[in-house]
């Protein structure tokens, strides 16, 4: 096979970048910038939508395959412990072996395994291929940035990323709304078959689509044991958030785990200024616009994820809702999320991404705020405001955040940078939802005990307040059977405004969380590198 390679011709003391040169004319179809984009966005589909339908499906998967409720646990924990830990690693691998066929093995994989998960017929099968689907799905999603970074010239990214982050944010919120019609009128197994076709049209498309890109400068070799000091220190800080809310951030294991994940990332820094090709070069850090990209994505997800974690409780548990009802309010967010992301890449493309990412962070902040004034009777008028605007703020954050990563990331990282950008949104979705549920925990332990008192119930054993306490944490009324119908209402009230008081105060610590983001969205720019892109080598 021949390889052609386009190199940027400006040299280090030119004032301005030259426009990339143009990539040799594509064969047919191949390499053309929009049927790329919505190549990868079918593949990026698959992973976003399983992040959200499989907790549908959980329930059901419980009862028929006779599994506990921790065996559930991991059929979630299991996806997103794999995905998060390998994501970096398995952008390296697409910058060292071209994004393509890291994107089109992603893809493969991830389809067979959800195929697989459909087949399974105990809790151990189910959870061993929903961590090969993490693995195959981390592949996919870092690929399919570094695609859209080298086929899009500069002008055109912003709008392509717009679109690429309102998939991933449509699929996730829709994926309640297309579980629970799955579920409900065919079986769990199809929430999992559904993959099979979709990654078998993702497939065809990107073996007749896609055009593999790589730098001249692409990385050679492996850096083994940077890759095995990262994923350890991944796996500690991961195991130790999704293990908090069981233990209790007091628990000793808890901190072990912190305290290993601290000593494995101190390590992995220093072994990487020693290493001739280090899985992350730590100079990339030296762009401030692009440090502050990753922590933005983090405070983002915090805000967002572990804010939203409360609200399915609320609309299901407080009021009521089916998930089918509950994902359909959640439509404001969706719809503005999917109007908003391509309006955000043009609006950063002309005005560069400080202004619209500071003004999306604000919005999130006000939108956390009003969440943390809604009651158990507040109508869906009131809460679709909130939403909209909240989905509203998200746009920009999703699409300016990701660009300003990899945008300011050498092409020959683009990889990389792209895990970069989906292992910051994991762990600050999985720090929010540990976090913000210790400040519910907290408020609803300190408030049960004097509401329950004060509504004039029956005193509770500290084994029973215990049980009433988790259960209120997520809504639930802990009625006991054959309790009078007037004592069940009493608990009912005094259940779901300790829960509503609790989702206020983590809505409060969320918006702050959001606030403090407005400043870090003030360090970024515009990628420096993104010239770089859809002129590179082409094999």
Same mark, same amino acid.
């Given at each position: 096979?021949?390889?052609?390679?386009?190199?940027?011709?400006?040299?280090?003391?030119?004032?301005?970048?030259?426009?990339?040169?143009?990539?040799?004319?594509?064969?047919?179809?191949?390499?053309?910038?929009?049927?790329?984009?919505?190549?990868?966005?079918?593949?990026?589909?698959?992973?976003?939508?399983?992040? *959200?339908?499989?907790?549908?499906?959980?329930? *059901?998967?419980?009862?028929?395959?006779?599994?506990?409720?921790?065996?559930?646990?991991?059929?979630?924990?299991?996806?997103?412990?794999?995905?998060?830990?390998?994501?970096?690693?398995?952008?390296?691998?697409?910058? @060292?072996?071209?994004? @393509?066929?890291?994107?089109?093995?992603?893809?493969?994989?991830?389809?067979?395994?959800?195929?697989?998960?459909?087949?399974?017929?105990?809790?151990?099968?189910?959870?061993?291929?929903?961590?090969?689907?993490?693995?195959?799905?981390?592949?996919?999603?870092?690929?399919?940035?570094?695609?859209?970074?080298?086929?899009?010239?500069?002008?055109?990214?912003?709008?392509?990323?717009?679109?690429?982050?309102?998939?991933?944010?449509?699929?996730?919120?829709?994926?309640?709304?297309?579980?629970?019609?799955?579920?409900?009128?065919?079986?769990?197994?199809?929430?999992?078959?559904?993959?099979?076709?979709?990654?078998?049209?993702?497939?065809?498309?990107?073996?007749?689509?896609?055009?593999?890109?790589?730098?001249?400068?692409?990385?050679?070799?492996?850096?083994?044991?940077?890759?095995?000091?990262?994923?350890?220190?991944?796996?500690?800080?991961?195991?130790?958030?999704?293990?908090?809310?069981?233990?209790?951030?007091?628990?000793?294991? *808890?901190?072990?785990?912190?305290?290993?994940?601290?000593?494995?990332?101190?390590?992995?820094?220093?072994?990487?200024?020693?290493?001739?090709?280090?899985?992350?070069?730590?100079?990339?850090?030296?762009?401030?616009?692009?440090?502050?990209?990753?922590?933005?994505?983090?405070?983002?997800?915090?805000?967002?994820?572990?804010?939203?974690?409360?609200?399915?409780?609320?609309?299901?548990?407080?009021?009521?809702?089916?998930?089918?009802?509950?994902?359909?309010?959640?439509?404001?967010?969706?719809?503005?999320?999917?109007?908003?992301?391509?309006?955000?890449?043009?609006?950063?493309?002309?005005?560069?991404?400080? =202004?619209?990412?500071?003004?999306?962070?604000?919005?999130?902040?006000?939108?956390?705020?009003?969440?943390?004034?809604?009651?158990?009777?507040?109508?869906?008028?009131?809460?679709?405001?909130?939403?909209?605007?909240?989905?509203?703020?998200?746009?920009?954050?999703?699409?300016?955040?990701?660009?300003?990563?990899?945008?300011?990331?050498?092409?020959?990282?683009?990889?990389?940078?792209?895990?970069?950008?989906?292992?910051?949104?994991?762990?600050?979705?999985?720090?929010?939802?540990?976090?913000?549920?210790?400040?519910?925990?907290?408020?609803?332990?300190?408030?049960?005990?004097?509401?329950?008192?004060?509504?004039?119930?029956?005193?509770?054993?500290?084994?029973?307040?215990?049980?009433?306490?988790?259960?209120?944490?997520?809504?639930?009324?802990?009625?006991?059977?054959?309790?009078?119908?007037?004592?069940?209402?009493?608990?009912?009230?005094?259940?779901?405004?300790?829960?509503?008081?609790?989702?206020?105060?983590?809505?409060?610590?969320?918006?702050?969380?959001?606030?403090?983001?407005?400043?870090?969205?003030?360090?970024?720019? @515009?990628?420096?590198?993104?010239?770089?892109?859809?002129?590179?080598?082409? =094999?």
């Amino acid at each position: 096979m021949t390889s052609q390679t386009t190199i940027d011709a400006t040299g280090p003391g030119d004032t301005a970048p030259q426009a990339p040169l143009e990539s040799p004319p594509a064969a047919g179809l191949r390499g053309h910038p929009w049927l790329t984009l919505i190549t990868v966005a079918v593949g990026v589909m698959m992973v976003a939508l399983d992040g *959200t339908i499989v907790a549908i499906a959980n329930p *059901t998967i419980k009862e028929d395959l006779g599994a506990t409720f921790a065996d559930v646990q991991w059929i979630t924990n299991g996806y997103f412990l794999a995905l998060a830990v390998t994501l970096i690693t398995a952008g390296k691998l697409g910058d @060292r072996f071209g994004h @393509r066929q890291t994107f089109l093995i992603g893809v493969t994989g991830f389809a067979a395994a959800s195929g697989a998960i459909g087949l399974s017929h105990s809790i151990a099968a189910v959870v061993t291929f929903r961590v090969f689907q993490g693995l195959f799905g981390a592949l996919l999603m870092p690929a399919a940035l570094g695609l859209l970074r080298a086929t899009f010239p500069a002008e055109k990214l912003n709008m392509a990323i717009g679109i690429w982050g309102m998939v991933i944010g449509a699929s996730t919120a829709g994926g309640p709304i297309l579980g629970g019609v799955l579920v409900e009128h065919v079986n769990w197994q199809s929430v999992f078959f559904i993959n099979v076709p979709v990654g078998a049209l993702a497939l065809v498309l990107g073996a007749l689509i896609l055009r593999d890109h790589r730098a001249e400068n692409a990385p050679r070799s492996f850096d083994v044991l940077g890759i095995a000091l990262l994923s350890g220190a991944m796996f500690c800080l991961v195991w130790a958030l999704i293990k908090a809310p069981t233990w209790g951030w007091g628990d000793d294991r *808890t901190w072990i785990f912190i305290a290993a994940s601290v000593l494995l990332f101190a390590l992995f820094s220093v072994w990487e200024t020693r290493v001739k090709e280090p899985l992350i070069p730590l100079g990339l850090f030296r762009s401030i616009p692009l440090s502050a990209g990753v922590v933005l994505m983090v405070l983002m997800a915090i805000a967002f994820m572990g804010g939203l974690f409360f609200v399915t409780f609320y609309l299901q548990n407080v009021h009521g809702m089916s998930p089918i009802d509950a994902g359909l309010h959640l439509l404001p967010l969706t719809g503005m999320m999917i109007v908003g992301s391509p309006l955000a890449g043009a609006a950063i493309t002309k005005l560069g991404p400080r =202004i619209p990412l500071a003004g999306g962070m604000a919005a999130t902040a006000i939108a956390m705020y009003g969440m943390s004034t809604l009651e158990a009777d507040t109508g869906s008028g009131v809460m679709s405001v909130w939403f909209a605007l909240l989905g509203l703020g998200l746009a920009p954050v999703m699409v300016g955040a990701t660009e300003v990563i990899v945008g300011n990331a050498p092409m020959e990282l683009s990889g990389v940078a792209g895990g970069l950008q989906q292992a910051a949104m994991q762990i600050g979705g999985s720090l929010g939802t540990a976090v913000l549920g210790a400040v519910m925990a907290s408020k609803v332990d300190s408030d049960l005990p004097g509401n329950w008192t004060g509504a004039g119930l029956p005193p509770l054993t500290p084994g029973q307040l215990d049980k009433a306490s988790e259960a209120v944490q997520v809504g639930v009324a802990p009625v006991p059977k054959g309790v009078p119908e007037q004592v069940a209402a009493k608990i009912t009230e005094v259940a779901h405004h300790t829960f509503i008081s609790g989702m206020s105060l983590a809505s409060l610590v969320a918006a702050g969380v959001a606030a403090v983001a407005v400043l870090v969205a003030l360090l970024t720019k @515009r990628g420096a590198n993104a010239e770089a892109g859809a002129g590179v080598g082409h =094999i």
